[in-house]
């Protein structure tokens, strides 16, 4: 019985089928890590649209209903890499800076103003925790203070009752925000907030960095 002789590839062969392989392998790989490049930015920007906009319907209901913003008011808030007590300060009408305080009246079921008011404040801090791919990012803190007693809010101290005081809660609203990315720019009649804008910046792993801005502009309904 006549066994079938088989005949194997020669060297330029398997060199040629090698080459197709690592050709094939590369161009699967390399649409892979594309793929996870622009998976990843779609997240990034997903997640810091998700926030800003929240951050915006957060100030909507906050600056909409206040009564009065606290027009050149400064307050101490955190430090710097030197330990030195960094100063905020709530924008005059006409100007532009990057925090602002705000004093909304509280009423019952009725409709009725109680005699109290929330206060609420937001600034800019360094992002926590630090991120080496972002190491100037900032983040967006609000504080609230419900139930403050008093008929007029000018008299109100920023620092005692709100900033330094126990009850006051601390919420972050949006996060990795460029170096003077902040900005709320009061109407020159000083009946609200002009213009209210939120910019981010987000570097990522091998990825294109990821850039948002959001801006809104308010008038007061309890402006006395």
């Not at 790989?29 to 957060?58: C, F, N, P």
């Not at 890499?81 to 705000?102: A, C």
């Not at 909304?104 to 079921?109: R, V």
């Amino acid at each position: 019985m006549k066994l079938k002789e088989f005949k194997g590839l020669t060297l330029p062969e398997v060199l040629v089928a090698t080459v197709v392989f690592l050709l094939c392998t590369s161009a699967v790989i390399s649409s892979w890590l594309m793929l996870q490049k622009m998976y990843r930015v779609q997240i990034g920007t997903i997640d810091t649209r998700r926030e800003l906009r929240s951050a915006l319907h957060r100030m909507n209901s906050d600056f909409k209903m206040a009564e009065m913003i606290y027009f050149g008011t400064t307050f101490t808030y955190g430090v710097d890499p030197n330990g030195t007590p960094i100063t905020h300060k709530v924008p005059s009408p006409g100007q532009t800076d990057y925090s602002m305080v705000v004093a909304i009246p509280e009423f019952d079921s009725d409709g009725v103003f109680n005699n109290q008011y929330t206060l609420v404040a937001y600034i800019l801090e360094a992002l926590q925790p630090y991120d080496d791919l972002n190491p100037d990012a900032y983040q967006l803190k609000r504080f609230s203070r419900s139930h403050v007693n008093g008929t007029d809010p000018a008299i109100f101290s920023i620092q005692n009752l709100l900033i330094n005081h126990s009850s006051t809660v601390t919420t972050i609203l949006a996060s990795y925000i460029q170096p003077g990315g902040l900005e709320f720019h009061i109407f020159p009649n000083s009946r609200g907030i002009q213009t209210a804008a939120i910019r981010v910046k987000r570097a990522l792993p091998d990825a294109p960095p990821v850039y948002q801005r959001i801006e809104s502009g308010y008038y007061m309904r309890n402006n006395r």
